[in-house]
């Protein structure tokens, strides 16, 4: 067979009432959003391809919703490393409004957000008003160690609209002056240790590159993050 494994989910969501489709925004008095939502996932060994499409329309006060999102990934598992290692990309995407002033709404509304997995582990980015290239790399050194590394190149759909962060948080407004969309670049590396059935840890480093964008509409230095985490099962 081409695939050894194929699968499709469709899925229906609709919003009914006051809310706001981002922090930026004031809540209005009225909103009907619908979501459809397409995601696909086949492959076969050594590679495995994802595909999640997404569209929303409706209404928002006396505006019309218009706002789109797409994620793809394509991975290759390299049988010839004894390691089990696995490398990967990804491309997300997801609309912004050009024009926040002319009553109608383009940016996705990412709903229910569990952005941290997924756009950076600095969760400086949500799937809104973005662009994200993903290149990674995974290894298991031993049957208790995973160790993971990520790069990403992050850009903004449009500067019109805000720079939103995983919770959905305004980080910059928009900006009708000539500013360029590239964010940055963020490397995240990982390690999990797997010490007893009910006990793990990870630890986890993080570095943030600014780019044209910050530099232009303020502050663009640069940043970092480490953490270390424990998980105890009883």
Not at 131 to 152: A, C, L
Not at 222 to 227: L, T
């Amino acid at each position: 067979p081409i695939f050894t494994y194929f699968s499709t989910n469709f899925f229906y969501r609709g919003l009914e009432g006051t809310r706001s489709l981002s922090n930026a925004e004031k809540s209005i008095d009225s909103m009907d959003e619908y979501t459809l939502d397409s995601v696909i996932k086949f492959g076969k060994e050594p590679w495995s391809f994802g595909f999640e499409g997404v569209y929303q329309l409706g209404d928002y006060g006396p505006g019309d919703i218009s706002a789109a999102a797409i994620h793809t990934d394509v991975a290759y598992l390299i049988k010839a490393c004894p390691w089990n290692s696995k490398l990967k990309t990804e491309y997300n995407f997801a609309t912004g409004d050009d024009d926040p002033m002319d009553g109608d709404r383009e940016t996705f509304d990412n709903l229910y957000p569990t952005n941290h997995n997924y756009y950076g582990y600095m969760d400086r980015f949500s799937w809104r008003n973005m662009h994200d290239i993903m290149v990674g790399y995974n290894v298991n050194p031993h049957k208790k160690i995973t160790v993971e590394i990520g790069h990403h190149w992050l850009w903004l759909a449009t500067s019109e609209d805000a720079f939103y962060n995983a919770g959905g948080g305004v980080i910059r407004p928009g900006s009708d002056e000539m500013v360029d969309n590239y964010v940055g670049q963020e490397l995240d590396l990982l390690v999990r240790f797997n010490a007893h059935q009910r006990l793990s840890f990870l630890a986890g480093y993080s570095h943030f590159f600014p780019q044209e964008y910050l530099d232009q509409s303020g502050t663009a230095d640069d940043a970092d993050y480490f953490y270390l985490q424990s998980v105890l099962t009883i």
